[in-house]
């Protein structure tokens, strides 16, 4: 199974909306569970996600929103890949949103 989160650039991250999704499905005894020591094993049967990012402007740190994504896919659902597929300067002036789609690397 392979899952899909698209989302855009938001004030540095994601929109509020996905956060609150990924805290209401983060749920002991749902999608992970704690080991005797504490640590998070996942219970997702999906193998692989794929985080779709959009942007307008081309300053994106990663670690802002896919980051957070991909701890969580990790550590917490045991998803094993996790990828990111990103578009960004969608906004700027002059720039062709149609090309840079098409350059996307899949």
């Known amino acids: ?6 989302a855009c650039v938001w004030d540095l ?4 909306a996905l956060k ?10 749902i999608t992970f569970y704690y080991t005797p020591d504490g640590v998070p094993r996942g219970l ?3 193998k692989e996600l794929f ?9 994106v740190p990663g ?10 896919a990790k550590d917490f659902y045991g998803i094993s890949e996790v990828r990111l597929i990103r578009a ?3 906004d ?7 090309r840079i789609l098409a350059e996307v690397d899949l």
Do not use: H, W
């Open 92 to 98: 700027i002036d002059g720039a062709d949103p149609e």
């Open 51 to 59: 985080y779709v990012m959009t942007a307008g402007g081309t300053y």
């Open 20 to 29: 609150q999704y990924l805290e209401k499905i983060n749920v002991p005894g």
């Open 1 to 6: 199974m392979t899952l899909f989160i698209n």
């Open 13 to 16: 991250s994601f929109p509020a």
């Open 63 to 72: 670690e802002f929103g896919f980051g957070y994504v991909e701890t969580l």
């Open 88 to 90: 960004v300067g969608l």
């Open 44 to 46: 997702c049967r999906a």
